[in-house]
């Protein structure tokens, strides 16, 4: 069963970058459509943004619009997510999804799941 990984995840001062990565080892993930969604302490888990399978199509979500932005590299079997200018309010737990719909308005149609990549952000 295809498992999700991410990583990149950790602690970074305000106004910071980092780029999360999600990887599927042993399977291929252009296969699938990706989502990545954060769970806020105290939050639901939100969308914050999707790609297509080959990357043509990608939705943002307004609260990280401008300072978010989702890839992919499907010779590397992996899809990322660009964080920059990082809050305190951008802290959580960060994970990917993978589904054969694109950005669907449900999160139950995503089919798989990572298990998480911290992110603290604190000076």
């Known amino acids: 069963q295809l498992q999700l990984v991410e990583s990149g995840g950790g602690l970074v001062q305000p106004g910071g970058s980092l780029r999360l990565s999600c990887s599927a080892p042993?399977?291929?993930?252009?296969?699938?459509?990706i989502g990545w969604f954060r769970q806020l302490p105290g939050k639901e888990r939100e969308g914050i943004s999707c790609?297509?399978?080959?990357?043509?199509?990608?939705n943002v979500a307004d609260s990280v619009k401008g300072h978010f932005t989702i890839s992919r590299d499907n010779a590397k079997n992996t899809v990322y997510l660009q964080m920059n200018s990082l809050k305190s309010d951008d802290a959580g737990l960060y994970y990917c999804?993978?589904?054969?719909?694109?950005?669907?308005?449900?999160?139950?149609?995503?089919?798989?799941w990572g298990q998480g990549t911290q992110v603290t952000v604190s000076s």
């Open positions: 999804a993978a589904g054969r719909t694109f950005c669907p308005a449900s999160r139950a149609m995503y089919d798989y």
């Open positions: 042993g399977f291929t993930l252009d296969y699938y459509h």
């Open positions: 790609i297509s399978r080959y990357g043509r199509r990608t």
